[in-house]
């Protein structure tokens, strides 16, 4: 999920592929409807898969497609990359040009499923067995829609916090697991040469992290009947905690990371002791920080214990304009509801598969790297699917937040203010037209 004002960016490398392709954990089940497979011609049904992953990552989709067009003879995939996606989705679905399979990202479900370019996938579960424990819940309910379910997660993410290994054991401190634990270890960690800040103890560079600190607050964005729901103590607790950190213990000056130079990571150089990020920065860290020594711990917990994280990832769905439905969820399937080859996808791409089964290997269990995410997925949660969250969360609370970082702003009219342009953002957007 790389959305709204999020600061870091994935750069992903190919791991060695796991061998062979074998028996799925699903029930399998040929299509029913008399379009799966080859027919009585023999001819391979081909399908068209869509995504917007070039270079490392069309390798990765590339290899996982090359895999299955060898573990059968009846289907025959294709990948193709396409920049600007959804606008050519959208013109595709209503052109009768729509590709067979899509990459999704799973926050997009509730924009577009009302507009009916997507087709359900309910009734290919309950034919082939496949049960929705092995997701995870809230995964799934990104990929719903009125009760309906457009997809199956292909990764899932949460942020989790990192910390660099040498410069907490030098000041002589344990990874934080609490508010309390983080501000004294920024603090300690924070170094400043007069006015020039020299090491950021604590980046606090994203401000898309709100809901996650919301969430550790005891806290949620929005009500059940889809209006804010940070105008309160909660987020009060949060915009406080930002301010004894950015203005009390001086642990972040805003823009320090952007002010280092371009190609400048603040983790990999030692310039920031702790920040929050995903899994998509394993493989830039073990690649790039040859003398890095990090660790991950799961986000700490609030004031109260509670615990939070933001859940992201991806999906795989099928347009409603695809001549081949019942094909593609065959390779749906194969891809992200079988234990063997979503593990294969992994390793591949280094993500976290969407099938919980998978995670179950060695691969992820055994490598303290992964553990922490595994633990922090048990409770992240989703961003809201209501329609116009993004456009609330994108010009509603995102300028008053930095407004109030940058002091031009109390905590009181940040809330406020939010609050009164996020809930009509909230009602204007609630329909998707």
Request: hydrophobic share 35%.
């Amino acid at each position: 999920m790389k959305k709204g004002w999020v600061t870091v960016l994935s750069v992903m490398m190919v791991a060695s592929l796991a061998a062979g392709c074998s028996s799925n954990s699903a029930k399998e089940s040929p299509a029913n409807d008399g379009k799966a497979g080859s027919g009585s011609s023999g001819k391979k049904t081909e399908l068209t898969f869509w995504g917007d992953w070039g270079g490392e990552g069309q390798k990765q989709f590339e290899t996982m497609v090359d895999a299955f067009n060898k573990s059968q003879d009846k289907i025959h995939v294709k990948y193709v990359l396409q920049q600007d996606m959804i606008t050519k989705f959208l013109t595709a679905a209503t052109n009768g040009g729509a590709p067979d399979v899509l990459f999704w990202d799973r926050w997009r479900t509730s924009l577009y499923a009302p507009k009916n370019v997507l087709h359900p996938v309910d009734e290919y579960l309950t034919r082939d067995g496949i049960s929705k424990d092995d997701f995870y819940s809230e995964s799934l309910t990104e990929l719903s829609y009125n009760d309906k379910l457009y997809g199956l997660p292909l990764t899932v993410d949460a942020r989790a916090l990192f910390y660099n290994k040498k410069l907490l054991d030098e000041a002589g401190l344990q990874p934080p697991a609490t508010w309390d634990e983080l501000e004294q270890a920024a603090a300690k960690l924070t170094k400043w040469n007069g006015d020039k800040l020299e090491v950021a103890g604590f980046s606090m560079g994203d401000l898309g992290l709100f809901n996650m600190y919301l969430q550790q607050a005891g806290g949620q964005m929005l009500t059940e009947d889809g209006k804010t729901n940070f105008n309160n103590e909660q987020g009060k607790q949060v915009l406080e905690f930002w301010d004894r950190l950015m203005n009390k213990d001086k642990v972040y000056k805003v823009g320090f990371e952007l002010g280092l130079g371009e190609g400048q990571d603040a983790f990999v150089t030692g310039k920031v002791a702790m920040l929050y990020s995903g899994p998509w920065m394993l493989s830039t860290y073990n690649k790039y920080g040859k003398d890095l020594e990090y660790g991950i711990v799961p986000p700490p917990a609030g004031p109260n214990g509670d615990k939070g994280s933001v859940m992201g990832g991806f999906g795989l769905v099928i347009p409603e304009g695809s001549k081949h439905h019942d094909e593609a969820w065959e390779f749906i399937k194969w891809w992200t509801a079988n234990k063997d080859n979503a593990l294969m996808w992994a390793k591949t791409s280094l993500n976290l598969p969407g099938f919980k089964p998978s995670m179950e290997d060695p691969f992820f269990q055994d490598d303290p790297q992964w553990k922490p995410f595994l633990d922090t997925l048990e409770f992240a949660k989703i961003r809201p699917t209501h329609p116009g969250y993004s456009v609330m969360e994108t010009d509603a609370l995102a300028p008053n937040l930095q407004l109030n970082q940058q002091n031009k702003q109390s905590i009181e009219d940040t809330l406020k203010k939010a609050q009164e342009q996020g809930d009509k953002m909230l009602k204007d957007n609630a329909v998707v037209k």
